[in-house]
């Protein structure tokens, strides 16, 4: 599976076996081997909000 240039697709991070987080990423470049992207100035993601506060188990914002 490739992606065009330009399509947004979603950055997971895993941490203990469960999303830590997700943010919007745009594809720059994919060869079916490597993608190339990146995330713009200002994007929202979602995160723990007990990681904001120290617990990264608890729930998502």
Avoid: K
């Avoid at 330009?6 to 997700?22: D, K």
């Amino acid at each position: 599976m490739t992606f065009a240039p330009g399509t947004t697709v979603a950055w997971r991070n895993v941490f203990g076996g469960r999303l830590w987080s997700a943010i919007p990423t745009r594809v720059l470049h994919d060869t079916g081997r490597v993608v190339t992207a990146a995330h713009w100035p200002g994007v929202s993601c979602a995160v723990p909000t007990a990681w904001l506060d120290g617990d990264p188990f608890g729930p998502a914002r």
